[in-house]
């Protein structure tokens, strides 16, 4: 059993700053991609970056030089700090893993969700 536990979302003002993380944990070989979505009341879930098991990493054009994607492998965790957060940054954040848990099973994960609330 493989479970992604995210934390750190809140309540901040336009032009704050917050880091969500995103543990995994259970029956773990190896962890392949990583990533952040997030879904806005009345919106579907959108890509907000991702990153791979060597580093390289992607975003949405709406975050980009103001959100960073990262990882620590050896925790099985990903971060996603955001600066300069904007009202429109509002939604459930979501953590997503391509998981390895043996031979040939290659599944993907989903966290609970997070809220991030931008508002003054």
């Known amino acids: 059993q493989v479970q992604l536990v995210e934390s750190g979302g809140g309540l901040v003002q336009p032009g704050g700053s917050l880091r969500l993380s995103c543990a995994a944990s259970g029956r773990i070989f190896r962890i392949n991609a990583m990533g952040w979505y997030r879904q806005a009341p009345g919106k579907e879930r959108e890509l907000v970056a991702a990153i791979r098991s060597g580093g390289s990493t992607n975003y949405a054009d709406s975050v980009k030089g103001r959100f960073t994607i990262s990882r620590d492998n050896a925790k099985n965790t990903a971060y996603l700090q955001m600066n300069s957060l904007k009202p429109e940054d509002t939604a459930v954040y979501y953590c997503?893993?391509?998981?390895?848990?043996?031979?040939?099973?290659?599944?993907?994960?989903w966290g609970q969700g997070t809220q991030v609330t931008v508002s003054s």
């Open positions: 997503n893993a391509d998981i390895v848990s043996g031979i040939n099973n290659l599944n993907k994960y």
